[in-house]
């Protein structure tokens, strides 16, 4: 039933938005072709743009699934994980473990894991992927997109974020039972090592890099070479467009800094996956108290969907430290226009970046600034409990940690003499971060990584 020049994009999450709302990706595909939209729940803002690009708009429902789906895909990503085994997956095993607290659940999961553990390898994994395809299909809700594809007719639906996307899952697959051409995009550059197994065997991939490209093909055997894109990643786009740059005192006035005085910038994590985060950010804090002649001050960005209030704290008793709005929607977790240019301009101004083992260390070599990244742990949380210096291991990390373009802290000590190095010669590993950028973007860090997805979909769509 494809047609012809028409697509149908999917978006399962707020950042799917930013990446490809506000990039204008998906103006320019509906400039060239028809461009229907399937979408959760969104702000207004971004509804009145997608209804300005898009001919139709579809809500994304996520339909429970039937109890014998569930038990499949949960066994195949354990074999999966099991049979990639990288530190990010052995991380995951062991947070799943911990998750099982009653007795009947320590019972399934120990049932689940001698199926998957079985299972892990390539023929296993086929096998099993086979019986979930045959399951989904069986047991599918299906009828609310068969009828809205029938009536769009589309001849390519890509859904925007391949793995944070369990409510996708019916919209996807009831585009290939009928025959429709399905794309996606890997959304991060650690999300093959670190999440789960790609359970829906789209035709076409666009990824960030050679490298991604590379280490999907040798997962997954039925993916064919020349079905794979390797187009960049639209959420870098605002770094080197102009219009979103603002000068260092428009910037300074914006989030009450002084302009005279250098900027540390530390970007938080997950609060799950690095507990007590506000102690290492406060002892940081201190040791800026007479580090340099004007002191530097610290800005400080925290995870826009850390919603447990565990900065608070800290806020108020610490007015030293800068901690200006993450302008995120709380609908969909969506990022504002706003938080583009806070991110960008909080990048090309800091004297140093600080962060636990996040896609924020590119970011800041992209601007070439010193990166130091955090491993050693606060001294409220045990290292039986979690382990910082743990993700430095994760096979994403380790190359940027061998790199030589980030300095990693293993101590409170190493840290200070670290930031004071930085400040005093922040030129010192610009060589590396600028290998690093090259050997991991090539050309694609342009500002135009927004037009290569919309020219990849429109070619797959024969528009």
Known sequence: MPGKGSIVTIIPRGEVLRNFGLTGTLE??????????????SPESYRKMMAHSATKMFPLTEFPEHWLVRIQREILDIAHGRQLWSQAAQAR???RDLEAFTPGQKVKRFGKKAVGIAM?????LNLLSKAERSASRLLSHRKAYDSFYKSVRPSLVFNGSHIHSRNAIQAVQSAQWLGIPTATFIFSWDNLTSQGRIILPYDY??????ALKEQLLEMYD????????VTGTPQFDFHFRPEFYLSRTEFCQSIGADVLRPIILYSTGMANHMPGEPEIVEQIADMLHGLGTPQPQLLVRVYPKDQTGRFDDLKRRRKDILFPSVAWEAE???PRAEDSYALVNSLRHCAVGINVASTISLELCMFDKPVINVAYNPTSVSEREISYRSYYEFDHYKPIVASGAVRVARSEREMLEFLRSSLEHPAAESSERKNLISEMFGNTL???SSVRVADTLLQLAGA
Do not use: H
């Open 28 to 41: 320019r595909i509906a400039s060239r072709a028809t461009l229907s939209v399937i979408s959760v729940n």
């Open 93 to 95: 095993w062991r947070t």
């Open 120 to 124: 892990a390898n390539r023929t296993g």
């Open 205 to 210: 991939f666009l990824v960030w890099n050679q």
């Open 222 to 229: 039925w993916i064919q070479p020349e079905n794979v894109f």
């Open 332 to 334: 969909g977790f969506t």
């Open 446 to 448: 342009d500002g135009k």
